[in-house]
């Protein structure tokens, strides 16, 4: 019987012990150690990475982050070649979205942004001229030359832009999209600019573009982008079955939630030619409490508490 009420001591005591840490049954297998991150290219989603990746390897994982389109970056949650994807945009990517959850390929872990925005704007100076509305564009073909300027081939974005011009929505027929990249874009928004020329183009917030530029966003685009001028809210989406495998790093991720001032501050320093993770550490330490409720109940990979762990790689 003493032998007996020993054991159940001891057992009683590791139990308290496991509780009171947190720690010994929350560390993921080893095998979780590298994550699998998407970039479509655009600078938001390139900042929210770099902070993901800054907490991520204090806490001694291994990210890895993949650039590849929208389409493509789908295409790879749904062979598992991604893990995590901190770039959801809806409503503008539903349909991939439609898609993918219809092929059970993803899980939704939270919503990470909101109050964005995304739909086509004019520098404001065009504005004046009387372009405020996606019906003023047609009045004015000329001066745009019938180019309405996008980002990378295969965005949801541009696929809108490209379904109004072949359904001759608001007098568009005959007009062209221009595909390239983010930063092709702005530097033909600032060529324009300089001119004073009319361009028409996407933009979107969190960016930098809103304060770099004068634009004014086009109201009129409901059926394509959304209410309230391209009304969005950003999602973190895993590929099906990898939060079960990995439940602590899925944890923080779950928890992790950003706001505009915050993405439109790191991207300023990226577009400036910051390195990406050294803005991002800048930033977590010079805003400590930002990282708090992201790591509650999360270890590092090997078990030991999250937040001091990454406090020290922080220098705090």
Not at 2 to 22: Q, V
Not at 87 to 104: C, E, R, S, V, Y
Not at 146 to 163: F, L, R
Not at 198 to 209: Q, Y
Request: glycine share 10%.
């Amino acid at each position: 019987m003493k032998t007996m009420a020993c054991m159940g001591g001891l057992i009683a005591g590791l139990i308290f012990s496991l509780s009171a840490t947190g720690t010994a049954l929350a560390a993921d297998d080893a095998a979780c150690k590298a994550i699998r991150l998407s970039d479509p290219g655009w600078t938001d989603i390139t900042a929210t990475n770099a902070t993901a990746s800054v907490v991520l390897e204090a806490l001694g994982y291994a990210p890895d982050v993949k650039t590849l389109s929208v389409p493509i970056g789908y295409q790879s949650m749904k062979n598992g070649e991604i893990d995590v994807f901190l770039g959801n945009w809806m409503p503008a990517q539903k349909a991939f979205i439609d898609d993918l959850t219809n092929a059970k390929a993803i899980e939704v872990m939270t919503k990470n942004l909101e109050g964005a925005k995304f739909t086509l704007a004019v520098p404001s100076y065009v504005a004046d001229k009387g372009v405020k509305d996606f019906t003023d564009l047609a009045k004015q073909a000329d001066g745009f030359g019938k180019k309405i300027y996008g980002i990378e081939p295969g965005a949801p974005a541009n696929g809108n832009i490209q379904k109004m011009i072949d359904k001759n929505d608001f007098d568009l027929k005959g007009w062209e999209l221009v595909e390239s990249g983010e930063q092709a874009m702005l530097a033909q928004v600032k060529r324009a600019e300089a001119q004073k020329e009319n361009i028409v183009f996407l933009a979107w917030a969190p960016h930098p573009m809103n304060t770099q530029f004068k634009i004014t966003y086009l109201s009129g685009g409901d059926a394509y982008f959304g209410p309230n001028y391209g009304g969005a809210e950003v999602y973190t989406l895993a590929r099906s079955g990898w939060p079960a495998k990995c439940p602590n790093a899925a944890a923080l991720f779950k928890s992790m939630r950003f706001e505009i001032g915050m993405e439109n501050e790191l991207m300023g320093k990226i577009l400036g030619g910051d390195d990406p993770k050294a803005a991002a550490k800048a930033w977590l330490k010079a805003n400590p409490k930002t990282i708090e409720p992201w790591l509650a109940g999360v270890t590092t990979l090997d078990g030991k508490p999250g937040l001091p762990t990454v406090k020290t790689a922080l220098g705090l």
